[in-house]
């Protein structure tokens, strides 16, 4: 778990610890350090708690006047037992509501495992971003047949063409722009 680094190659476009907007404005992180673990196991000193004890997260790119935001994940989301929705909810996805944003794009592929429960933070976290939308990107199949078995894809889209495994090829803009062409022909 140690060797999962966040995406590093958009660090040149936005830096989270250096926005005064973000959550994690200020952050000074020391790559010497592993401090943080997921269930025991190690991880790399980019990540960025949550308060969640299985879920990290690294916000890869904000632009708060397109309202789009890219966040990369890692660890067992778990609704069950941590209630992480919530958690993530409160302290990431509320502040950067606040902030204008209201298309999120989710990075799953690290995510190891998802316990769910009920949808209400959920349909809450769509009702905040009104106009926009919330699309979670290349999430591991069996990922994705669990949020659908907790009704979670009635909120957030996902599957299908947004299995995008070249992101990283993509410039942040250009990454939006797809994604968001993608999620657009599904609302039409």
């Keep these: 778990m140690h060797q999962i680094e966040p995406y590093y190659n958009w660090l040149k476009y936005y830096d ?3 926005d005064e907007r973000s ?5 000074e992180y020391n790559h010497d350090v592993y401090s943080e673990t997921i269930y025991g196991y190690y991880i790399d000193p980019a990540w960025d708690s949550i308060g969640s004890e299985t879920l990290y ?5 904000a632009d708060y006047a397109q309202g789009f935001t890219v966040i ?5 989301w ?5 209630n992480d929705i919530m958690t993530l909810k409160r302290n990431l996805l509320e502040v950067m ?3 204008g944003i209201n298309k999120f794009i989710l990075i799953g592929e690290n995510i190891l495992n998802f316990h769910g429960s009920d949808d209400s933070y959920y349909e809450e976290w769509f009702e905040d971003v009104e106009d926009g939308w919330i699309a979670a990107v290349s999430f591991p199949d069996f990922i994705l047949d669990e949020f ?3 009704h979670i894809d009635t909120y957030v889209n996902m599957g299908g063409t947004l299995q995008i495994p070249h992101w990283r090829t993509l410039q942040p ?14 609302l039409n």
């Design 16 to 18: 989270p610890a250096a």
């Design 23 to 27: 959550p994690f404005h200020g952050k």
């Design 57 to 61: 997260v690294k916000i890869l790119y």
């Design 72 to 76: 990369e994940f890692i660890g067992e």
């Design 78 to 82: 778990n609704d069950t037992l941590n």
């Design 97 to 99: 509501v606040n902030e």
């Design 148 to 150: 659908k078995k907790y």
């Design 173 to 186: 803009l250009n990454f939006f722009d797809l994604v968001d062409s993608l999620v657009q022909r599904r």
